[in-house]
């Protein structure tokens, strides 16, 4: 349960790294964020479990190796810089890393009503209309 | 009636003439049909039973929710493909797009011809079509609600020529509210929990929930029976226990799942081909940066296609994809992906289905039966092919005004010009040179054919070896069909139902226990008039 608690701290200080927005766009909320990604994982399979913490570890590990400091030492830019390093590898395995580690916190801030608004799709307006709108056979 | 685990104060014993073990397009229909054919039906479903309110428009929350693993399958080999299923009473009907597509003719040559299945004759597959089409409400998409995206990737193909036009579909009065693959928000989606379950239940069919079949009790090679568990999401302690006992079981769980059952209780494994054979329709997707804004995901998300190549195993298929899709399956990550987000409003997506020709698939025994192993390994030709549909899906978005096409090719995420469709059409596809791609409609793992030696069921759907156990899903389907296969799977499932009501009432003279009387009339007793018999009145 400790080591659980423990990869979710990590996975918790990833967010703000993988996920930027762009100006104009609401903020990331990282406890919103942070609460999907945990149900996203319980509710998929062992194995991608594992295939993700193991990401993690391997994504710090690199980390280590090309910076020799460990990721969540770095200042957030430092961070994102080291990403977008891993991103324009010429490795289609390596970029795989972060774009996979990444899927969870897209769902999640994505899914978001006012992220989705702010992209033109009107959630709240929609669900309004089809609770008004029910077809029957 | 429904009985939910919540429902449940200790182990269920029972007794039924039908035990369906699924509820999606294989397992609805039966249910159905034998329920008011008067049989006692019980189906057993793994997912969760949820109405038109649990469909929220929250793409994020439905895969959690509505699909199986929360979405997370895929399959093992190079490359990865992601291999959605639904679980949900309704089963992958509930969250698939509506598409309503006939057996290709030439498929159907195949299995006369291969498979020695020449008594499942195009005529009568005709006549479950058109009873099927009926029931189901099916139409082609309406162009009002088609969406601005389908509309301009139509008018891309047609300005090149190729042959192109509207789906049909099971949606009946659709508003195009872009959401079918996380469950209609109106209802208009005929899919099985909307339309072939809640006719069941009318017709007196009991359906459990959250409860997964287990154990097939077999008893001197005739099937008795099935015990299944409940089980609550999230908790680890085991639930109550149903035991049915059974005169028929009906395994309708999926390509995946109904392999891995048999493969769990060691059962109709001889001829060696449970869980071989996979196909699956791998499918790519574009997108396309537009100059106007396309209004995604509103509209019908697979409202048209162009299958201009589909004799080529190309057949390209429409998909929207809200923002939290869009935005993990896109390749880039960081700044470069929130600059993309952003410019979500004018981005176009079109996908591909491939019909295999030279990969290979196969379905093997995981840790549990609900969690099997899957093996796929792309063929050149395959992978050939879906770069093809890249080019061509690229190709059409410039014909219709893009500026930029995005492909999930490593070395190919951007094409900006026809140079780079001239270089994406001389390179040679690796196998890890893809990423995201998704996979769907997985058949062929339990494949129906004339001869025990080669196949798991007879074409009446009943398994070789164990009498009274008959599949009825994708998985007896013996090749790919190249379209979408719902309405196979259905048509197939209508007539397995007339088969079983003929072994039913022939035990049942021979000094059975006798069914309740049926209160809508035999639907389904004779092969030759299957299904409408009572329409007809």
């Not at chain 2, 959690?64 to 679980?87: C, H, I, K």
């Not at chain 2, 299995?111 to 009568?124: A, C, K, N, P, V």
């Not at chain 2, 162009?143 to 601005?148: L, M, S």
């Not at chain 2, 429409?318 to 987000?341: F, I």
Request: positive net charge; glycine residues 10%; proline residues 5%.
């Amino acid at each position: 349960m400790r080591w659980r608690e423990y990869l979710q701290r990590r996975v918790e200080k990833l967010i703000p790294v993988l996920l930027c927005t762009s100006y104009g766009q609401p903020e990331v909320d990282l406890e919103q964020v942070s609460a999907f990604s945990r149900e996203f994982l319980s509710s998929g399979t062992p194995a991608f479990r594992l295939l993700y913490f193991t990401l993690i570890l391997v994504l710090e590990g690199l980390c280590m190796l090309r910076l020799r400091r460990p990721l969540q030492s770095l200042a957030l830019e430092q961070a994102r810089d080291f990403l977008e390093s891993i991103y324009s590898s010429r490795t289609s395995l390596l970029k795989a890393v972060p774009l996979l580690l990444s899927a969870p916190f897209y769902l999640a801030h994505y899914g978001r009503e006012d992220v989705q608004e702010a992209l033109g799709f009107p959630v709240s307006a929609l669900q309004e209309e089809a609770a008004k709108r029910e077809v029957t056979r | 009636m429904i009985i939910r685990p919540s429902d449940i104060s200790g182990d269920v014993r029972r007794e039924a003439d039908v035990v369906v073990i699924g509820s999606g397009a294989g397992g609805a229909p039966v249910a159905k049909e034998l329920a008011e054919a008067g049989y006692r039906v019980v189906v057993i479903e793994e997912g969760e039973y949820f109405k038109r309110q649990d469909f929220d428009f929250h793409a994020s929350r439905a895969l959690t929710r509505f699909y199986r693993d929360a979405g997370q399958s895929v399959t093992l080999g190079l490359p990865f493909v992601l291999l959605l299923q639904g679980m949900t009473v309704g089963g992958t009907t509930t969250v698939n797009s509506g598409t309503c597509l006939r057996l290709p003719r030439h498929v159907l040559k195949r299995w006369h011809l291969e498979y020695g299945l020449r008594d499942i004759t195009e005529e009568e597959l005709n006549l479950l079509y058109a009873a099927l089409e009926e029931y189901l409400f099916v139409k082609r998409a309406d162009p009002e609600v088609a969406g601005k995206n389908a509309l301009l990737f139509l008018e891309g193909a047609r300005k090149l020529g190729y042959s192109a036009g509207f789906i049909p579909r099971n949606a009946k009065d659709c508003e195009g509210y872009g959401m079918c693959p996380y469950g209609c928000p109106s209802g208009a989606k005929q899919s099985a929990n909307v339309s072939w379950i809640p006719d069941a239940l009318k017709a007196g069919a009991d359906l459990y929930t959250r409860c997964r079949a287990e154990r097939i009790m077999v008893r001197s090679g005739r099937v008795v029976g099935v015990r299944g568990r409940f089980y609550r999401p999230g908790e680890r302690a085991k639930g109550h226990r149903l035991e049915v006992e059974a005169r028929v079981v009906v395994l309708a769980g999926g390509a995946l799942q109904t392999p891995s059952l048999l493969m769990h209780n060691r059962i109709a494994l001889g001829s060696g081909q449970v869980g071989r054979n996979l196909s699956i329709h791998p499918c790519g997707g574009t997108i396309a940066l537009l100059e106007e804004e396309t209004g995604n995901p509103r509209g019908i998300p697979q409202s048209t296609y162009v299958d201009e190549f589909a004799p080529d195993g190309i057949m390209l298929e429409g998909v929207t994809l809200p923002p939290p899709v869009m935005a993990s399956t896109l390749p880039w990550g960081g700044r470069r992906h929130a600059e993309a987000m952003r410019l979500y409003p004018y981005c176009g997506t079109f996908g591909s289905m491939i019909s295999e020709h030279d990969s290979v698939g196969r379905v093997v025994a995981g840790p549990s039966a609900r969690q099997p192993l899957v093996f796929y390994r792309f063929g050149s030709g395959d992978l050939e092919r879906l770069k093809r549909s890249f080019l061509l899906m690229a190709e059409i978005w410039f014909a219709a005004g893009a500026r930029r096409v995005f492909t999930p090719i490593e070395g190919f995420r951007e094409i900006n010009s026809p140079r780079d469709l001239e270089r994406l059409s001389f390179h040679r596809l690796k196998r890890g040179e893809i990423y995201g791609l998704s996979a769907y409609h997985p058949m062929g793992t339990c494949r129906m054919g004339s001869d025990p030696e080669w196949s798991v069921v007879k074409s009446t759907g009943e398994t070789w070896e164990v009498e009274n156990l008959y599949i009825c899903d994708a998985s007896v389907l013996p090749t790919s069909l190249g379209v979408n296969p719902q309405l196979t799977i259905m048509a197939l499932a209508l007539r397995t139902a007339g088969f079983i009501d003929e072994r039913l009432q022939s035990s049942t003279s021979a000094g059975k226990a006798g069914r309740r009387p049926a209160e809508k009339g035999l639907g389904v007793s004779s092969k030759k008039a299957p299904f409408f018999r009572d329409r007809r009145g």
